[in-house]
């Protein structure tokens, strides 16, 4: 007997745990959602070690950004009495479940994921990475995965494959929704703004979300401006197009209400708010964080509840998938 599906709606997200930190990208683009959307979903969230392998990371690192990935979720208000939170690695189905999808994945289809295109070519790993992505969503049969923009094409060959699995074999996957991200949640490195901040490039363009408050004001004070003098949104401006974004989500208010509030102040007046409010936004993460990764056995106990809750949902999708591939039930 299945258990009884909930009647909310199920939200999946995953976080790699490759830095030493969250940058402020992954908290605008992905975490807060996440820490927004647990009264109302049955929301699974998890630390995906198995895609972190794919850049390399000395094995003792892996392990302990692991563990202070979830000390960071919990910092910034994912609450694993509401969600699930585990990792990926401890419940194997994904990977069994990646390389059932992988057989119905296109070379062509996979090599046109600008990932691998942009991080010119690698290994087989990073190469079949969006099919582990689109196995860690199907598998708990999500409505809604609230990711970054730059994860909006996974989210759609996810789709596809999904479309692909139940018109070959019945019915089987929910499709997730389309990528919902909002306008703008898109940020950008702090020292060059066409491209997006990541954990990846770090030096001063990246905040951290554990940086401390010197370290945040130097990297905001020093962004990249453009040309002019006034603090508005515009293709023209995207170095304050972006520090604009930062501002309405530290502060709740709308892009358009703070250029009104600062027409005719110079840019010096406007990092230096956007510093502050970063610095205050943060503040209270970093002393949680660092009360939290004291006490590394119950981030363990942690991850062994999410665990088991999470294997219970895998092991019901995977029995079916098995099934109706046509893998042959071992005897029990
Ligand atoms: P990762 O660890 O690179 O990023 C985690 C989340 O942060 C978002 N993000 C950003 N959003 C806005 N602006 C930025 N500059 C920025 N940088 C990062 C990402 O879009 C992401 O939502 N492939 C995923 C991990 C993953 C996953 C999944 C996610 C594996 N399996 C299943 C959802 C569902 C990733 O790159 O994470």
Same mark, same amino acid.
């Given at each position: ?83 699930? =939170?585990? #990792? ?8 069994? /479940?990646?390389? +059932? &999808?992988?057989?119905? %994945? $296109? ?123 006034? =603090?508005? #949104? ?8 972006? /520090?604009?974004? +930062? &501002?309405?989500?530290? %502060? $709740? ?80």
């Amino acid at each position: 007997m299945s258990a009884p599906r909930s009647a909310r709606s199920r939200v999946l997200s995953g976080i790699r745990p490759t830095g030493d930190s969250f940058q402020l990208g992954n908290y605008v683009g992905a975490v807060r959602h996440w820490a927004a959307m647990q009264d109302e979903n049955d929301c699974y969230f998890f630390l995906a070690d198995l895609h972190a392998l794919t850049e390399a990371p000395e094995p003792d690192k892996l392990r302990e950004r692991t563990r202070n990935a979830v000390a960071q979720l919990l910092a910034l208000g994912v609450d694993p009495q509401r969600s699930t =939170v585990f #990792a990926q690695s401890h419940v194997a189905e994904h990977a069994e /479940l990646g390389w +059932i &999808l992988g057989c119905l %994945t $296109g070379f062509g289809e996979a090599s046109r994921m600008t990932q691998f295109k942009e991080k010119g070519g690698g290994t087989v790993g990073l190469f079949t990475y969006p099919v582990l992505q689109a196995a860690d969503i199907l598998m708990y049969q999500a409505d809604s995965v609230p990711i970054g923009e730059d994860q909006r094409q996974h989210l759609e060959l996810t789709r596809d494959l999904a479309q692909r699995f139940n018109a070959r074999y019945g019915d089987t996957f929910t499709l997730p929704g389309a990528y919902a991200g909002r306008a703008g949640e898109r940020i950008k490195d702090l020292q060059d703004p066409t491209r997006k901040m990541s954990k990846s490039i770090g030096g001063n363009g990246t905040v951290w979300v554990l940086d401390e408050p010197k370290a945040i004001t130097k990297k905001v004070k020093s962004a990249v401006t453009d040309a002019g003098r006034e =603090v508005r #949104a515009g293709e023209d401006k995207p170095g304050i197009t972006n /520090l604009l974004t +930062i &501002l309405a989500v530290c %502060t $709740g208010k709308a892009v358009p209400e703070l250029e009104e509030a600062y027409d005719g102040k110079g840019y010096g007046d406007f990092k230096g708010d956007v510093a502050e409010a970063v610095v205050e936004l943060f503040a209270p993460v970093r002393a949680r964080y660092a009360e939290l990764v004291a006490d590394p056995a119950e981030l363990d106990r942690v991850l062994a509840t999410g665990a088991e809750r999470a294997r219970a949902v895998a092991l019901e999708t995977m029995t079916a998938v098995r099934e109706r591939v046509g893998l042959l039930a071992p005897r029990s």
